[in-house]
């Protein structure tokens, strides 16, 4: 899901990374700019997801649960932090898959395209 993100958005902007690239600026540069973006909202996701669905899973539990059947649920904190750290490697590993794209913009093409 985050590499198709990661893909629209730069065929979304490929005009203007083509203008930064025209402008001077080195492709670790541009790379930057659009990963720092993806990592960012990476770890936005990642400090509201933990919570969010820890009450979500919560509330579910509560709601399943039966007189018969007792859902006894406790989860580690470590479980958390590998949670958080497995979903920040995807996105290191999606960023270092774009950077290809990146690096094979064609600038003439993307800034002779009429908007």
Same mark, same amino acid.
């Given at each position: 899901m985050?590499?198709?993100? /990661? /893909?629209t958005n730069i065929s979304e902007r490929t005009r203007e990374l083509a203008s930064m690239k025209v402008l001077?600026?080195? =492709?670790?540069?541009?790379?930057? @700019?659009v990963n720092k973006e993806t990592l960012i909202l990476t770890l936005i996701g990642i400090l509201l997801g933990l919570p969010v669905g820890r009450a979500l899973g919560g509330?579910?539990? @509560?709601?399943l649960n039966m007189p018969? $059947?007792?859902?006894?649920? @406790? $989860?580690?904190?470590?479980? @958390?932090?590998i949670?958080?750290?497995? /979903?920040f490697s995807f996105a290191l590993i999606v960023n270092l898959m774009t950077n290809k794209?990146? =690096?094979h913009i =064609?600038?003439? =093409?993307?800034?002779k395209s009429v908007e």
């Open positions: 985050l590499f198709s993100l /990661s /893909s001077g600026f080195y =492709d670790k540069e541009v790379h930057l @700019y509330s579910l539990t @509560y709601v018969s $059947v007792h859902f006894a649920v @406790y $989860v580690e904190p470590i479980s @958390y932090a949670t958080a750290l497995i /979903s794209t990146l =690096d =064609d600038m003439i =093409d993307s800034l």
